[in-house]
């Protein structure tokens, strides 16, 4: 952790309690100015209470924080001011044109109608909208509308933008042409915190990023320690024809000088190791003959589902 005085937010013993119930648990948060920092865990894991937190929507039930350093007890409007957020779901109004949504919500801000004409056809063109300028909200793909989000949220120039699960139900090109307009914006010095479900999102867009399990921080680093710390450099995947497939523990014990260890799935096995050909080479010679083996790199994915387990959280 960074020392206090140093993070553009700064969280310590941070708590949210809805009645009995703890979302967040005494966690220690720093975001440095111009990083993209990011929060990855399940359902559940205290994520978006704590996002709200740092937006200033939601007051914190015990522990420090600092946004911006300010409090946000005491400095909410001031904060909120000077940052952009983008929910988790579009709030768009459906009754305004494009540029419209976006020169409304300039007016919030103080912005005088010259302004809010120039600041809306600068983002307009960052966004790739410019051409739908005058068209209705409502017939946007997915993807344009997550654009004209991320552009409203950017109208009054924040310090900080803060991103709730940014490209979820986006198709493929739709995330890439997101993730390149983020790229572009942290060139540009925007400091980010993104929260999302997708571990090669995080791998790409963040500097840092913390894993959430029940309220609390289970890990924290950039994406590269991560891996390193929690997974050997290869994954070796398995297939075998049904009822072939040998007992994991067994295959573990068997292979132990070549495997860290082995996790069974329904339709594969993985094999954790440092050398993925040299382990799949101690398969054959064991006599086991898989349908299929892929050597990969070990991913966020595979540290992500290790801290926080393979069980679907409701």
């Known amino acids: 952790m960074r020392g206090v005085g140093d993070g553009l937010v700064q969280a310590r013993g941070l708590r949210k309690r809805f009645g009995a119930f703890e979302a967040v648990r005494g966690i220690d948060v720093d975001v440095a100015r111009g990083e993209v920092f990011g929060f990855l865990g399940p359902n559940g894991a205290g994520k978006s209470s704590t996002m709200r937190m740092i937006a200033c929507v939601s007051p914190r039930s015990a522990g420090e924080l600092q946004v911006l350093g300010m409090d946000p007890t005491a400095d909410g409007p001031r904060i909120r001011a000077r940052i952009g957020v983008v929910p988790q779901l579009d709030n768009l109004d459906q009754e305004l044109t494009v540029r419209q949504n976006l020169e409304v919500y300039g007016r919030y801000f103080g912005l005088s109608r010259a302004q809010v004409r120039a600041k809306a056809t600068e983002l307009l063109e960052f966004a790739q909208l410019s051409e739908r300028a005058d068209a209705s909200v409502e017939p946007l793909s997915g993807g344009m509308k997550r654009r004209l989000t991320i552009a409203r949220a950017l109208v009054n120039d924040p310090e900080l933008l803060l991103l709730d699960e940014p490209t979820t139900g986006l198709d493929p090109q739709a995330r890439h042409l997101l993730w390149e307009r983020l790229y572009r914006l942290k060139r540009e010095g925007v400091t980010q915190i993104i929260t999302t479900h997708y571990m090669d999102e995080a791998e790409q867009l963040c500097d840092r990023l913390v894993v959430m399990d029940g309220g609390v921080i289970v890990a924290e680093g950039s994406p590269a320690e991560l891996i390193e710390r929690n997974c050997p450099r290869e994954v070796l995947e398995l297939r075998f024809t049904p009822g072939d497939a040998p007992p994991p523990e067994l295959l573990a014990a068997a292979l132990a000088a070549h495997v860290e260890r ?28 898989p349908l299929s083996a892929l050597v990969r790199r070990s991913s966020l994915e595979d540290v992500f589902l290790r801290l926080t387990g393979r069980s679907l959280v409701e």
């Open 262 to 289: 082995v996790e069974e799935l329904p339709d594969r096995l993985l094999l954790y190791t440092a050398d993925g050909e040299q382990a799949q080479a101690a398969i054959a010679s064991a006599g086991h003959h």
